[in-house]
């Protein structure tokens, strides 16, 4: 079976056998009877111990099918240690032999030692998740963690955690998570990629800062929103960038927000738009909890993220309503903000545009790109009709539970009765009707 470190080929091999260790069970001890006076035989000697123990060679196969295993589960990792440790043509030449065709193409003494540190990184990072692994999907007693550049207002601090809180009492508090929040100001933004760095490193998840500023897009990604969003104040914009960005096989929600301009700048936009971004975001770590593989491509298929309008429009549906519930109840501060059904009016048009300037199509097929916002309109408005014509109930209680024994598609039935392409009929017949009329499914 190929070894392949881009197509995450499954390995024969797994963890690292443990020396196996056979002792040999001990004569029984034997009593002579003579004329003479009785006497007992010495004991017998017990054999020692064998051990059989791995060869070095067996040991490096055996950490390549561990390697390959892990990327086989989505870390790119050792993708880039090997490219860095060993060169780029060597790191290719891996990529197609399997584990066991190495001792035919070994590398050099120098390359082997390089391509063993990656291994053993690796060996160590799988270990350290292993102890998070059995808490995944369930819900946790720990409250999250937020980290936040210097410059971030401690009252928008407030208003974020106020809304990640409340939405863990809604749908249940799933954890590990981390939440990191970039600022204004580049030099912050730069001390708090540093943060984010040195966090991995103390959980395990990277080897070194240097790895983590090299290879995880986070760093990047507070210095790039830093700039974004201070323009967009300059400008008098809201908006921005948030998202949950794993990590499963670290056994971590984890998180990374620009800067809360609606929380921070309630003049520009009200900061209930900000809550429910939160809202949104921590929606996905809910979906991400009951899907237990940890491997990439079936998470997406799970997800449904070959068209984002299941996965992004449940999160906005859930999200628009669900903070809409905490504010309305008083678990959220208050905050001036168009009714729900005017809202949700707004996507109507979205959708109802872009199906006049696509004829013959559904909003369906949308991916993420320039049309993504209208695959979530369209998604939230689609979880709207699944939850008036079934109960807002079964997506949680029905849908999820199923998903990891039936499937994307299968839990899609099982829930609603139809399948998937049906649905979509039938849904795009209802969303041609006026707005007034649609808007009168909504809670």
Known sequence: MAFSLVAGCPSSGGELAAPATTTAAPDAGVVETTAVPATTAAPATTAAPTTTTLSDEDKFINGLENAALAVEQGDNVF??????????????????????????????????????????DIAVRRETAAHLDASWGATVSTSPEFFYASDVPEYSQSLLEE?????????????????WVAGLDVAAAEDLGDQFCAKRVELGNLSSVADCLDWDHTPNFFVERAIDSSERIVNGWGGGNAGRNGNRQWGLHLYSSSYPICFAEPSICPFADDQKTVFHEYFHAVQHAFIATANWDLRDELM??????????????????????MRDSGVLTASEWAPLPERFGWMIWDIQEWMSDNPGQSPSTIGYGDDGHVAYSYGAWAHAYLAFKFSPGVLLDTFYPGLNELGWEGAFANTYGMNSADFIVEFDEFMAQPVDVLVEILP
């Open 79 to 120: 993708i880039n240690c090997t490219v860095e440790a060993v060169g780029i043509d060597a790191a290719w030449s891996l990529l197609d032999m399997a584990p066991d065709e190495y001792l035919d193409n070994p590398l050099s003494v120098e390359d082997e030692t390089a391509l063993t540190a990656c291994i053993d």
């Open 163 to 179: 809304a990640l809180l409340a939405a863990t009492a809604l749908w249940g508090n799933y954890g590990p998570l981390e939440y």
């Open 304 to 325: 449904h993220r070959e068209n984002i309008w299941w996965s992004e429009g449940g999160a906005e549906y859930m999200a628009q309503v669900g903070s809409q519930e």
